[in-house]
């Protein structure tokens, strides 16, 4: 391990390097600004023939399942024919948005029994991911499943084995898995840019309503424009309830927590980054501090996690946190140590710090510095600028579209996704044992490998 990490160093020299005389003499890969010191990142382009029309349909109408739709189709030769919700409203506003022609049902395996939809978006609340995704494979469809993959640890075996079963393209969707920002930062890793990987941190911070689940309720929201039996139907029966139905996060019948929603996204950009299969041992606490609304989660989460050494990475340690209570708002961020610097990563940005040249008039110092060896102090006077800032280029479409191009790439040239079944479950289970963990007041032990929950 120490020689490879020794080879990558150089390696990362080399090839900044390089690539600094590349931009002098007008290259396309790199372009530098303030004096060498930042670097943008290049926009991949993808190619589709007309002749690639992907059929889509959209299974659960609100927030993220709109959204997702958006993106979906801003990528070339995607088209929405149908659309599937529970409440009547978010149907109608469908076919406002997306044209009266389009057509719409409560009941999602309509969607699945029509011959002209080649992929479904799966924007369902939790509870729902596991039943539609596994369906819609069985079903010839291609599922794009909102994150995460599942509600619960025992979900993960059968989508997977539907996947495999079927052989459908199956894409969990943690948007910024994809992105440029996630991709340099793995390049950079990879290069030996930050030394060894000893730490890893992420952080979500909310404050807005609508960013901490208090969503709108519908006037009209009744039993009779909400199918709240369908609803229900697989998980603890209740009479109609409008803010089990439209808040839906705030309740572990139907949603997984702050883990579920926002630790689910950088696990997965970390696995990505790292090419790690996930922590052995999880640990969280936290608290309701603020949103006595009747919800059943926590406002603040914080999370503890061991993660293994393996043929990617070292061993090291990760720490999330989450707070929807908090008055600056708006912040997130992921962020990797190593032995010669860190990176602060977001979906179109990776900022490199590297370790300075340090001197010393100390005789203690010096001497622990020549004992160390390994050419420290030289190679400390190789390094490139202390700070390098990759920024996407302008007019970048960002992760959730580069993840969809990915998703519909792959259908057409039946290739691989960044974020399949196996890897969903992988992020998802160390976000849903925070869950168990918190909930139990007990750290929580699993094999990444074997993808088994270990008892002890």
């Not at 948007?175 to 340099?184: A, D, H, I, R, T």
């Amino acid at each position: 391990m120490k020689e490879e990490q020794a080879s990558s160093r150089r390696s990362f020299i080399k090839k900044l390097t390089t690539a600094t005389a590349a931009v002098a003499a007008g290259s396309s890969l790199v372009a530098a600004e303030s004096q060498g010191k930042s670097f943008s990142i290049i926009k991949r382009l993808v190619g589709n023939s007309p002749n690639d029309q992907v059929n889509l349909a959209l299974i659960g109408a609100g927030g993220m399942g709109t959204q997702d739709t958006i993106t979906a189709l801003q990528t070339p030769g995607v088209k929405l024919v149908a659309a599937c919700d529970l409440y009547d409203g978010r149907l109608k506003d469908a076919k406002t948005r997306w044209g009266a022609d389009l057509y719409t049902t409560r009941v999602y395996k309509e969607i699945l029994n029509r011959k002209d939809i080649d992929a479904v978006i799966v924007g369902t609340p939790d509870h729902w991911h596991q039943q539609i995704s596994v369906d819609a494979m069985h079903a010839g469809k291609h599922v794009y499943c909102e994150k995460p993959m599942v509600h619960a640890i025992s979900e993960g075996p059968a989508v997977i084995k539907a996947q495999k079963d079927t052989g459908m393209v199956f894409q969990v969707g943690s948007q910024g898995v994809s992105s440029l920002g996630n991709e340099k930062a793995h390049e950079l890793l990879k290069a030996g840019a930050i030394g060894e990987l000893n730490y890893a941190e992420g952080f979500w911070a909310r404050r807005n309503p609508l960013e901490v689940w208090q969503y709108p309720i519908p006037d009209d929201a009744s039993p009779e424009t909400v199918d709240w039996e369908t609803y229900i139907s697989n998980t603890k029966k209740r009479p109609f309830d409008q803010k089990r139905f439209f808040r839906w996060r705030n309740y572990t019948d139907y949603g997984t927590g702050m883990a579920g929603d926002l630790f689910v996204h950088l696990f997965s950009s970390l696995h990505f980054i790292t090419d790690s299969v996930g922590p052995n041992k999880i640990y969280a606490s936290g608290g309701l501090r603020f949103w006595n609304d009747g919800r059943e989660v926590p406002d603040v989460l914080l999370g503890t996690f061991d993660y293994p050494k393996t043929q990617a990475h070292p061993a090291f340690n990760l720490s999330l946190r989450c707070n929807f209570v908090d008055g600056t708002s708006g912040t997130t961020y992921l962020k990797l140590v190593g032995s010669e610097g860190s990176m602060d990563i977001t979906w179109d940005k990776v900022v490199l710090k590297r370790n300075k040249v340090m001197t010393s008039d100390d005789p203690f110092y010096l001497d622990k510095l020549k004992k160390a060896g390994s050419g420290y102090a030289e190679r400390k006077k190789m390094l490139p600028p202390e700070e390098i800032t990759y920024d996407a280029e302008k007019g970048y479409l960002g992760g959730p579209y580069d993840h969809m191009v990915n998703f519909f790439t792959a259908i057409r040239n039946k290739g691989k996704v960044t974020e399949d079944a196996v890897f969903g479950y992988r992020a998802a289970a160390p976000a849903l044992l925070c869950n168990d963990s918190y909930y139990n007041n007990s750290p929580m032990f699993w094999d990444p490998e074997k993808m088994q929950l270990i008892k002890k």
